[in-house]
């Protein structure tokens, strides 16, 4: 998905009270925090063609591949402060999917290494490994 203008196509006229550079997740969360919360009229200028950063995607023989980004921790609790925060961006429209109970795996070789849902399982299988 391709977002954002050209600034060559499209040049800019406006005043703005706080110009961001960077679009990634940190900067764009900035920007909306800033313009929601303190009304503050704000430029997030990206020097890439897209904005996004590492959570951007790109598409090659049809299939969608991202460059970084792929899970987030906790989302799934309503109070976790990462969620609220994207809960209080979005005015609760992003949804979040359950990874399930591996949400990845590692493999070494003919070694295969899962990553589990929660904190102590997380550490009772990696005690295992
Ligand atoms: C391969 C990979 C996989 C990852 N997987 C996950 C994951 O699954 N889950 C997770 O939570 N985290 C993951 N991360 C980490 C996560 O991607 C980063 O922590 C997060 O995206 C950083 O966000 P950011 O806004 O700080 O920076 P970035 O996303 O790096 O954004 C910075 C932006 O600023 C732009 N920029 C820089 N300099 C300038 C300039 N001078 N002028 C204009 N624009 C500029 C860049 O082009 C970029 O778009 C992964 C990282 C990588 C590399």
Redesign the pocket.
């Known amino acids: 998905m391709r977002l954002g203008k050209s600034l060559k196509q499209n040049k800019i006229t406006a005043s703005f009270d706080v110009i961001v550079?960077?679009?990634?997740?940190?900067?764009?969360a900035c920007a909306a925090l800033l313009g929601k919360h303190a009304g503050k009229k704000v430029l997030v200028?990206?020097?890439?063609y897209t904005?996004?950063?590492?959570?951007?995607t790109f598409t090659r023989k049809g299939f969608e591949w991202d460059?970084?980004?792929?899970?987030?921790?906790e989302v799934t609790h309503p109070k976790a402060q990462l969620r609220r925060v994207f809960d209080d961006i979005s005015d609760g429209n992003i949804e979040w999917e359950d990874m399930g109970e591996v949400y990845d795996t590692i493999v070494i070789g003919d070694d295969r290494y899962d990553l589990v849902k929660g904190r102590d399982n997380f550490k009772r299988k990696l005690k295992e490994y």
């Not at 550079?21 to 764009?28: A, D, E, P, R, V």
């Not at 200028?45 to 890439?48: A, P, Q």
């Not at 904005?51 to 951007?56: E, K, V, Y």
């Open positions: 550079i960077g679009s990634g997740i940190g900067g764009l200028l990206e020097r890439h904005a996004g950063g590492f959570t951007h460059v970084g980004v792929h899970y987030i921790g």
